[in-house]
């Protein structure tokens, strides 16, 4: 495909993506076109060294919409490939003109990193970002407060986030975030109490609705008791538990009378 074809191209995606209802499909397709031409041009294996700065720019801003479609879709290993491609254009590229997208991507990305629990790789990134950036970017001190809410119990803060968040994007992994938090309280509930009033349960789990509670407890196997709005716990407690006594006492009576002969 030729450069200008490219280029036309490019132009149709980022009109159709930033387009108030944006066709997601039609992105999808632009996209797949998009990454087959930029290989063909070297522009995403960079086996040849390109220093045309207007086509290089270009490669990059098809990345970055790529980044960003991926989050929409929910496809989480096809955003993790964009910023990987995305990382040599950031960090080899100086000569580019600067990406308004630039931090609100890495900030994503490490949203993703904190929302999968990879922590060591989260502060992995963290030690390849600006200084500067990494203390006064928003879209940076998003995630990193996000882990330190984290690291302290504080999931309320978790929760509040979502009415900061730099972009709507970031609320995808927070929901992820969310999700993995309410499993673990959920966990704790189990083992602290036999049962809660629906209300109760929907505080400590940060529900709104009454339908995202019930849906919640039937993930959960509790027993819901409509007429008491409450919610009864599974308990390993509760279970019998089947010891074999005939066997235990034929097993018993075989050792004790090894014991007689051998006395």
Known sequence: MAVTEVKRL?????????SPN????KCGQHLSQ???????LSYLTHE????NIEELTLARDVLEIGAQWSVRTKDIPSFERYMAQLQTYYND???LPASPLKYNLIGLNLLCLLSQNRISDFHTALETIDPEQLHNNPAIQHPVKLEQSLMEGSYNRVWSSRSEVPSKEYLF???ILMNTIR??????????????????????????????ILNFAKERNWKVNPAEQKAYFHSDADEKVNIPAEQII??????ARDMDRIV
């Open 10 to 18: 490019a132009q149709a995606l980022s009109q159709e993506f930033n």
């Open 173 to 175: 992994f927070i929901d």
């Open 22 to 25: 944006a066709d997601l499909t």
């Open 34 to 40: 998009l990454k087959i031409a930029l290989i063909e």
């Open 93 to 95: 590229h100086s000569e």
């Open 250 to 255: 034929k097993q018993t009576m075989f050792y």
């Open 183 to 212: 499993n673990e309280i959920a966990s704790c509930s189990e083992k602290a109490y036999t049962s809660l009033p629906l209300s109760d349960a929907g505080t400590l789990l940060f529900f709104t609705n009454m339908q995202d």
């Open 48 to 51: 040849d060294k390109h220093n």
